[in-house]
DNA sequence: GCTTGCCTGTTAAAATTTAACACTTGCTAC
DNA sequence: GTAGCAAGTGTTAAATTTTAACAGGCAAGC
């Protein structure tokens, strides 16, 4: 995502958090919203000590409490390779699946939607009497940016 | 991987790690194999904890340093969304990509191989220009067994 | 105004992972 | 065979990450 509107990008986030928090009659508390600016600063990776730090409250259950609403509600996704946060671009769509590529350079995230591979995997599982319900995806590797940055 | 003839599994499982180290240069060590053993016990994910419980000698670093070296040398993955391990049984491909489905019920751990979703992902990244180095594909859900159990 | 449920603040503690360093072991080169 | 080296271990302790427990506050509805 280093070429998108980050401006743009953010407020439409943030639009859209507030919408699904009024959805699921949660409230977009201080707590939660500035957690959630935190990591949308950015589509880097951060980790909990990471955002804890630029928190106005800097008390870990603080923290905590509020990434794992975030996480639930389907606005943030959980880097389990990294044991990182980075906010979710298709917040949309709940049922979506993150497909995320993570440079280990500059921790940047990109979210991509290729259906097949996701539908190839469900038809795999399915194979197997497998009832999926949470499907992580994530590509180590390094972006475009850093590539033509060493070469 | 609930119908296996477990005690081969682990068998050749235990010849392919010595080769593997063989190959590598490395050594089989006590500890190493120590770990290895306990972890192809079954197919269940098992934390670091749960291992080093089970140990000769418990003491953290032992424990950590040999799955560190498992992991690194291909025998055992790291299953990102539990925090835990797993032995692997592709071992004898290097480069093959593991995709996992996890009972998170009975954590049990059946490792698959489907090509096509792999491939649709690559594509993808190569759209965007970004390089793969690792790719953790982790599908959390019910197996088939926990699933007929239940009904 | 009072209840109820959600959310916060605060203090600690538990769980997980790593650093540092001295020591041992197996191998190779002399 | 023995000196030197790299790989691996043992041990102590600390850093990092995450969670428990509980008291208090705030907003919406009766
Ligand atoms: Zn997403
Ligand atoms: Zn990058
Ligand atoms: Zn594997
Ligand atoms: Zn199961």
Redesign the interface.
Known sequence: MTNCDHTLCKTSALKEAERVCEQLGARFTDQRRNVFEILWQSHKAMTAADIMNEMTNKQPPITYRALEFLKKSGLIHHV??L?AYVGCIYAKDPNHIG?L?I??NCRDI?E?E?K???S??I???KN?????????????????TC?NATS
């Open positions: 389990t390779s044991n497909q590529l440079c280990t990109n991509i290729p097949n591979a996701v190839e995997l038809k795999a599982a197997q009497d497998f009832t999926p319900s949470l499907t992580h995806i994530e590509m180590l590797g390094i972006c475009k590539n």
